[in-house]
């Protein structure tokens, strides 16, 4: 079995910057297609950011393109996200997720493409 485990979460003012990082141990055989994902009370889980294994294709949803960006070390299982330029509507909960499988490209942004997730990571942003 693979565990993940973010951290960086915080309290940060608008405009500011935050890293998160999720670390997978256990199990860790093989490699791993990664994402981003995260919940606001009241709403649905919604995508944020996914990076396949090879670090060549990366993928965000259209409210954090040009903020955010995804990346990964092949070789330690971990992934990060660098989010920049943080508005108060990026608070949320942010969710790691990892995938063994080969997803086509439109399938990278769907909670069903990842096999482990990690419990979460609060992000706040206000003044």
């Known amino acids: 079995q693979v565990q993940l485990e973010e951290s960086g979460g915080g309290l940060v003012r608008p405009g500011g910057s935050l890293r998160l990082s999720c670390a997978a141990s256990g199990s860790t055989s093989g490699t791993y297609n990664w994402a981003w994902f995260r919940q606001t009370p009241g709403k649905e889980r919604e995508f944020v950011a996914a990076?396949?294994?090879?670090?060549?294709?990366?993928y965000y949803a259209s409210a954090v393109r040009g903020r955010f960006t995804a990346s990964r070390d092949r070789g330690k299982h971990t992934a990060s996200l660098q989010m920049n330029s943080l508005r108060p509507d990026d608070t949320g909960v942010y969710y790691c997720a990892a995938g063994v499988g080969n997803p086509i490209t439109s399938s990278m942004g769907y909670e069903s493409t990842y096999d482990y997730w990690g419990q979460g990571t609060q992000v706040t942003v206000s003044s």
């Open positions: 990076i396949k294994r090879s670090g060549t294709g990366t």
